[in-house]
């Protein structure tokens, strides 16, 4: 067998490059040549992901291949474009240059694909041109020349159809070829007077270091219409002689970044007319008459409600079953241990802390598949742009866009998948917004706090269902009108950087491509386990040993004593034992609620008691509110050991009683109706969860975001609740 | 009543042709990367159920962009 001279052993292999708009199919095909030998990282210092994966030539050798981030332009506008332009260009130094590109355009909106396609051509880099879509244009009754559209850019060109996996062995031949030609094409010449401004500032900018000597023309070009200094590869030093140059090109040629987009479109309406036949008159195609439907003032909005519906159903009612079942495994794992390993701070430590702790990182994955499952479905077919169209209306009052509905909206399940699903956002503003207000919506985990605060505040003689519910809605009402207005807060006053204009695409519908849908699931379960799950577990562990640590001696003797006296007597299991269970159960719970007074966490309690005193809270409350950090359902566990009495999510009665006998040392009582709505109002508005801000630290690529987050969140909540207090007690309640 | 000149005034369903795409604004830059650039045929396909934003067509493409940006182009040759 004869080696192709390109792949060699010695060789390194070669690093193909997937360029294309966004919505071009482009994921889909890095799918189907790389199927799972794949992997997503960041590029450092941006939030973009970086996927990298491999496949092997017809000749069987490893072909790596990267996914660049979709983009409709080199001329960089938001980080992901940036990504794109650097690493095209060579100047990232963390990405070797690719060896060669493909080069995927959406056939069925060929010309304005043929916009970028035909800015990377102009590199140079050996390139293969996939048509994709191909079905989508024909049934818009579009013909595309294929073999003159090769000719004319002089290089591979492969019609095809990623959802059905038409055409992925003809890519792959074409990428076993071991001489590529590079492309042909040109656009329209450069003006000679613009040329030479050009020619001026790249030797300017070399000298400078902000480009290397060699640059092509086109270098410059891409970074003197660069207007935004936070993307990485310009550094701040080279940004300023940047500016300067283009200041000095703007003053020569006004207008001459607008002149290049003219004129390359001018070039490709001389392409297409060769090679493209349209209708004259627009025929009307599945897509019309589907948004005739699904964008109807009336019939839009009720298909709307269903979908988002059903949505609601799967991730609040089915992920429930194996979020139960995975709970239920955990916990029966932690009592195996339990009874295998002798007593000890080890055994507390595998059972308490790190059992429960993974427990807790696993249970999320349900939601996650199952709304990243549905997310896939929506974008593929193409109904997410129409949610974007019909929504961004409203969301536009408060600075967002369309395309933050369905995070915001996820989060009220529960945050963590929320501010996962935030990556379809491609204004990076908007983004950061979106997942900053994103934990403000209510999410499931708050219901069991609501539950049996509103339980303890309202009793059941005095107060029926419907006000019980009311209160419940107002809590959801005060989240969702904190959400939007920090949404605006923010969009007005603390985020700088240029507005963009809301650009929108809407895609043809299509049938989706459920293996890319499935890996992506798959790849958002792995992104969480690995970068979120570790710090969640982390600090799990840390909470659990603050609530154990440091131990008081007797008191720990005396719960080994009562544990084992227990154990006795539910061996012998006689009427006259049951009447000394019950005691010796009721001492056990004293205790526990001892040690945890104890602990680290419960002298906190006592440490920010000053702090939240204003608000009605005692100390033993300050325990609830610092062991729940971690998750805020921990609230109804920890305030039953504070109070020694057996209860849970499910049973809150005696925990709800106890709460209503609870009166500080004077004899007032502690859970007043308005200490139970300024406790309510906290968790409305505190971010008392961990895994957010893990995902919040992956997803915004540092601490800052969430730190910033956590602040102001928690300071919110801290006002809020204190103007309710005293609000409420000026009142005489 | 007086032809429309602005993109966010034209009406559903009507095409026109693109005259000017107010120069100047980096911000604008994107729009015509997408084709709105000066001769280029346009039609508004539709607004959105509350009113924003519109949908157009341009080179075959559909596009939803709001009002205050469709107003920095200027059209000529309405047609319904």
Redesign the interface.
Known sequence: MTTPAMSGPAMEPLLFALVGNPNCGKTTIFNALTGLRQKVANYPGVTVEKKIGECFSQHGALMRIIDLPGA??L?A?SPDEAVLRDVLLGRRADTPRPDRVICIADA?????NL?LVTQVLELGLPAILVLNMVDVAEA?Q?RVDVARLSELLGIPVIPMQATTGKGVIELKIAMSKADLPAPQWHSAPLPTEIKAALQNARDALASTGALHEKASLLEPIYLL?D?DPSHTGIGGEHFIHIRERRRNLEERF??W??RF??DR?GAIEQLCAEVLR?PHT?QETRTDRL?RFL???VW??AMLVVVLGLLFYLIFRVAEGPMGFIEGVFNTLGERVQDKMPPGDLRDLIVQGVIAGVSGVVVFLPQILILFFFIGLMEDTGYM?RIA??M???M?KVGLN?KSFLPMLSSYACAVPGVMATRTIDNPKDRLITILVAPLSSCSARLPVYGLLIAAMLPDETAGPLTKAGLMLGMYALGTGGAFFFAWLFNKGVMRG???????????YKMPALKSILLHMLERANVFLKRAGTVILGISILIWAASTYPKDHDLTQKAAQITSRIDALRAVNTDAGATELKTAKARLAEVNSGLLAHSAAGRAGHLIEPVIKPLGYDWKIGIGLISSFAAREVFVNTMSVVYSVESDDENIQPLRQRLRDETHPDGRPVYTPLVCLSLMVFYVFAMQCVSTIAIVRRETGGWKWPLFQLAYMTATAWVSSLLVYQAGRALGY | MTAPTKLSELPAGCSAVIAT?M??R??????????L??G?HVRVV?R??????I?I??????????NQ?AAHIGIVEVAP
């Open positions: 409709y332009s001329n506008r069925s909106n060929l010309e304005r916009y818009k579009w219409s207007h006004p207008g970044e607008d987009v003219s479109y349209r627009p948004d964008l109807h003032p839009g909005f742009s169209f019909i961004d209306w409203l536009s369309g240029v507005s963009s204009p809301m650009i929108l695409e809407m895609p043809d | 795409v120069s100047g980096s911000s604008l830059t994107r729009l015509r990367e997408l084709g650039v000066p280029t539709r959105a159920p509350l009113g924003e934003p949908e067509c341009v080179r075959g493409s559909m596009l939803a962009m709001r940006d």
